[in-house]
């Protein structure tokens, strides 16, 4: 059973960073897409970044410039560097990887606050 395990949510002032960490746990296989999706309360949740096997990434226009997505294939992990953060970053941000055999996983969602 696949488990995806999150880490490095917080509380930051606005103009801070965060990085966080999503790693496969009892997985053999390797995934295709590994990405980072977001939701506060009363919205609908959003992808945030993406990041493909062979490196292609895909952002937000909200996080470009800002954000930056990678990954560790060996380990199955994907990485999300948040820099100069703003209110309007805070959220419940949650990862999700797509296998090759395109099974979907979610993790179970780590929040992010960011103070004015």
């Known amino acids: 059973q696949v488990q995806l395990v999150e880490s490095g949510g917080g509380l930051v002032q606005a103009g801070g960073s965060l990085r966080l960490s999503c790693a496969a746990s009892?997985?053999?296989?390797?995934?295709?897409?590994m990405g980072w999706y977001r939701q506060a309360p009363g919205n609908n949740r959003d992808m945030v970044a993406a990041?493909?096997?062979?490196?292609?990434?895909n952002y937000a226009d909200s996080v470009k410039g800002r954000f930056t997505i990678s990954r560790d294939n060996a380990k199955n992990t994907v990485y999300l560097q948040m820099n100069n953060l703003k209110p309007e970053d805070t959220a419940v941000y949650y990862c999700?990887?797509?296998?090759?055999?395109?099974?979907?996983?979610w993790g179970q969602g780590t929040q992010v606050t960011v103070s004015s």
């Open positions: 990041i493909w096997s062979g490196g292609i990434t």
């Open positions: 999700r990887f797509i296998s090759r055999g395109n099974s979907i996983y």
């Open positions: 009892g997985s053999l296989f390797s995934m295709n897409v």
